[in-house]
C-alpha cells in the first residue's frame, strides 16, 4: 500500500532555532501534500496544503512565514518552522493521497512530535 | 468550525463488546471517511462512505451514512485489545480537503 514517510519522528529545539521536519511518500508521486497540527486529546487542524512546484496554500490563521513548506518533487515536501518558541511545541502530521482522486483515502506519515525548550 | 463532531468522546468497553461511535456534520458532503490513530502516531484510513451510500461493511467495521440527518456511524463488532485507539471522522470538501472531527478515544479492555 502507499507509504508516506516522515521525519524526524522527534525533534527538541531551542527557542529561536528553525525546525525541519520531511514528508515523503515512498512509492507514490503526490502533487499535493497536507500538513497538520494536532494538539494533545484533540483533531487535526490543517495547517497548509502544499502543491508540487508551487505555492503552498496556507489555512486563516496560519502564518506563512513562520511555517515554511517547500515541495520540490513529487515525493517530498518539508515544513520548516522557523524562530520556534515554546508555544509552537505539538504534534505535526502529514499527508497525501496516492491518487489523483481528490476524494482518495488520505495516507499519513507517522507524526512529529516538536518540543521547543 | 469543525465539520464532524464525534460522539461519545471517550468510550471504554469489555473485549468482546461492540463499539459505536458517531460523527456529526454540518454541511453537504461527497464522501465520509473513518481514520484510526494509535497513540502518538499518524491516522490510518479504515474505509470510505460516499455520499449515495447508507451502509458499508470491511471485517468487523461497519459504517452507516444519514446525509438527511448528516450523521455517520462507526461500529465495531467483537472489539479486541488492539482496537484501542482514537478513531476519527472526516468529510470531503471541494479542492480534496478533507476536514477531521474532535474524535473518540476507545479503550477496549482485556
Known amino acids: 500500500g502507499a507509504v508516506v514517510s516522515q521525519h524526524p519522528s522527534r525533534v527538541i529545539c531551542k527557542s529561536g532555532t528553525s525546525v525541519k521536519i520531511e514528508c515523503r511518500s515512498l512509492?507514490?508521486?503526490?502533487?499535493?501534500m497536507f500538513w497538520y497540527r494536532q494538539f494533545p486529546k484533540k483533531s487535526l487542524m490543517l495547517m497548509a496544503t502544499?502543491?508540487?512546484?508551487?505555492?503552498?496554500?496556507?489555512e486563516q490563521g496560519v502564518e506563512k512565514d513562520k511555517f515554511l513548506i517547500n515541495h520540490a518533487s513529487l515525493t517530498l515536501s518539508t515544513l520548516t518552522v522557523t524562530s520556534a518558541h515554546p508555544e509552537d511545541s505539538s504534534f505535526y502530521i502529514c499527508?497525501?493521497?496516492?491518487?489523483?482522486?481528490?476524494?482518495?483515502?488520505?495516507?499519513f506519515g507517522n507524526g512529529t512530535r516538536l518540543t521547543v525548550t | 468550525s469543525q465539520q464532524g463532531e464525534e460522539d461519545p468522546q471517550a468510550l471504554s468497553i469489555q473485549e468482546g463488546e461492540n463499539a459505536t461511535m458517531n460523527c456529526s456534520y454540518k454541511t453537504s458532503i461527497n464522501n465520509l471517511q473513518w481514520y484510526r490513530q494509535n497513540s502518538g502516531r499518524g491516522l490510518v484510513h479504515l474505509i470510505l462512505?460516499?455520499?449515495?451510500?447508507r451502509e458499508k461493511h470491511s471485517g468487523r467495521l461497519r459504517v452507516t451514512l444519514d446525509t438527511s440527518k448528516k450523521s455517520s456511524s462507526l461500529l465495531i463488532t467483537a472489539s479486541r485489545a488492539a482496537d484501542t485507539a482514537s478513531y476519527f471522522c472526516?468529510?470531503?470538501?471541494?479542492?480534496?480537503?478533507?476536514?477531521f472531527g474532535d474524535g473518540t478515544t476507545l479503550t477496549v479492555k482485556p
Open positions: 499527508s497525501a493521497r496516492d491518487s489523483t482522486g481528490v476524494y482518495s483515502p488520505l495516507h
Open positions: 502544499s502543491n508540487e512546484g508551487s505555492k503552498a496554500t496556507y
Open positions: 512509492d507514490f508521486q503526490a502533487t499535493t
Open positions: 462512505i460516499r455520499s449515495n451510500e
Open positions: 472526516a468529510t470531503d470538501t471541494n479542492a480534496g480537503k478533507s476536514t
